[in-house]
Each structure stands twice: as C-alpha cells, then as structure tokens.
C-alpha cells in the first residue's frame, strides 16, 4: 500500500533554515507529481507547493515562494521541501501528498504521510 | 488571489442528512474535491472531481456542483463521521492549490 513518510522537522530560530524529506513507498514514484500541504497550530490547511512527477515544473504558495524549494529524486523515491528565511508564521505540521493524476498532476491528493512538525521560535 | 469559502461548523443529529458548502469564483471551471479530518489525524480524501468517490469510501459520501458552490453531501450521519472537511480546488491554470478553511461537523 502507499506509505509517505515525512522527516526532518524540529525547532528552528526565525531566519534559519531546515530540509524536509518524505520517503515514498508502495507505489509508482516516478509517475506522479508530488505536493506539500501545511497546518498551523489550531488552523486549516494551506497547499505550499507541487513538483510534477519529472521534476520539470514546480508551483508554490505566494506565501512561500522564493523562500521554500521543492525537489525530488525519483532515484531515492523521496521528495523534498527546502525551507529557508523561516518565518514564525511558517510553524505548522508539513504534510506530503500524493497526487491522484498520472502523469499531470490532477491536485487531488489521495495519500499523505503524517506530517511533521516545524517550529519556528527564538 | 483565488478563494474557497466554508461555513466555520455545520450540526446535525445522527441519522440526518449534513450538508457542507463550499463557494468559489472559479468553481465553475476547474473541479473540486473533499478532504475529511479527524483530531490527529492526516486529511483524507472522501470526494473529488466534484462527485467522485474513491474505493474505500462509504456511499453515503456524495458530492455536487452547482455554478459557483460544491456540496458535500453525508447521508445517515454517523458518529465516526464528526470531523474536520475540507474543500480544495486548483486555479483556472492548474498550477495553484487551494483550500477552504475548513468546517467542523458536529453531532448533536
């Protein structure tokens, strides 16, 4: 079955930076594009960016964009979101998720790991 | 920039039909799905295409669309279905996600 499991979370101060993975399983890695998805503390949850299943494209949040890179390596199924210039307001679990379409992203994600926990505090 | 607007809650009694919206501008032209969430717990998809269900997923879950709103629609309300539900759509470009903020189903 499909796992995603996402790593690489923790505290960090306000203007650092951190790199989270999420190692993937069960699936056809390669074939599908790729997103994560944040949630504050206590609040909704807010789409941070898409890479598709090659790696070609990638889309982001206004919120995050040139701040946050997302990447994959097909080789290692793994994707990852870059973070840099932390924010306080970038606290929130990090989820990744699959993407239902194959190959062109479709945006409806029908797996997500469970999430790892980013804090941003001085 | 695109938005989704939900109601904050939504109550009904177990057995009830629940009925949770959610409204757009671009609705009309891109498809919406449905995310449930418990405490805890990562979202999971209940609807998308705007009605489709996927495996696994009780009937009872049922999606519309309707110009610029989706619905979900839970028929016979259970207690296991009190939860977080979240619409979610892409911009007229299919480039940008979004979400609604989100509506908290609460049995009475």
């Known amino acids: 079955q499909v796992q995603l499991v996402e790593s690489g979370g923790g505290v960090v101060q306000p203007g650092r930076s951190l790199r989270l993975s999420c190692a993937a399983s069960?699936?056809?890695?390669?074939?599908?594009?790729m997103h994560w998805v944040r949630q504050a503390p206590g609040k909704g949850l807010e789409w941070v960016a898409i890479?598709?299943?090659?790696?070609?494209?990638?889309y982001y949040a206004d919120s995050v964009k040139g701040r946050f890179t997302i990447s994959r390596d097909n080789s290692k199924n793994t994707l990852y979101l870059q973070m840099t210039s932390l924010r306080t307001e970038d606290t929130a679990v990090y989820y990744c998720?699959?993407?239902?379409?194959?190959?062109?992203?479709?945006?409806?994600?029908?797996?997500w790991g469970q999430g790892t926990l980013v804090t941003v505090s001085s | 920039s695109y938005e989704l607007t939900q109601p904050p809650s939504v109550s009904v009694s177990p057995g009830q039909t629940a009925r949770i919206t959610c409204s757009g501008d671009?609705?009309?032209?891109?498809?919406a799905c449905w995310y449930q969430q418990k405490p805890g717990q990562a979202p999971v998809l209940v609807i998308y295409?705007?009605?489709e269900r996927p495996s696994g997923i009780p009937e009872r879950f049922s999606g519309s669309s309707s110009g610029t709103t989706v619905t979900l629609t839970i028929s016979g309300v259970q207690a296991e279905d009190e939860a977080d539900y979240y619409c979610?759509?892409?911009?007229?470009?299919?480039?940008?996600?979004?979400f609604g903020g989100g509506t908290k189903l609460t049995l009475l």
């Open positions: 979610q759509s892409s911009d007229s470009s299919v480039t940008i996600g979004v």
């Open positions: 998720a699959k993407d239902m379409g194959v190959p062109a992203a479709e945006y409806y994600f029908d797996s």
């Open positions: 295409k705007d009605n």
């Open positions: 671009g609705l009309p032209k891109q498809y």
């Open positions: 069960g699936f056809t890695f390669s074939s599908y594009g």
């Open positions: 890479i598709s299943y090659d790696g070609s494209n990638k």
